[in-house]
């Protein structure tokens, strides 16, 4: 009997010491999880100046594109006006 007496504060302090523990745990998850942020936002800075870089790009590149098809274009037309001639 007097053991099932110290049974209700021997489960009551085995559990304070794992909420203890998992709290502990915890806490020395944080600086991980803040350094994981940390590379995070890092990315995330590094990715909206990729993207700035490219949207300033993009007009220049399709204009490029554009010229090289007209040279192109000129080039088959130049081409078929030889071939026809012979």
Request: charged share 35%; no cysteine; aromatic share 4%.
């Given at each position: 009997?007097?053991?099932?007496?110290?049974?209700?504060?021997?489960?009551?302090?085995?559990?304070?010491?794992?909420?203890?523990?998992?709290?502990?745990?915890?806490?020395?998850?944080?600086p991980?999880?803040?350094?994981?942020?940390?590379?995070?936002?890092?990315?995330?800075?590094h990715?909206?100046?990729?993207?700035?870089?490219?949207?300033?790009?993009?007009?220049?590149?399709?204009?490029?594109?554009?010229?090289?098809?007209?040279?192109?274009?000129?080039?088959?037309?130049?081409?078929?006006?030889?071939?026809?001639?012979?």
């Amino acid at each position: 009997m007097f053991s099932a007496v110290l049974a209700g504060p021997r489960v009551t302090v085995h559990l304070i010491r794992r909420l203890f523990a998992s709290v502990l745990e915890a806490a020395e998850t944080v600086p991980r999880i803040a350094a994981a942020l940390d590379e995070v936002r890092a990315t995330l800075r590094h990715l909206e100046r990729l993207l700035s870089y490219v949207a300033e790009e993009l007009p220049e590149l399709a204009d490029q594109l554009d010229r090289i098809r007209a040279r192109v274009d000129g080039l088959e037309e130049r081409s078929r006006e030889h071939a026809g001639r012979e």
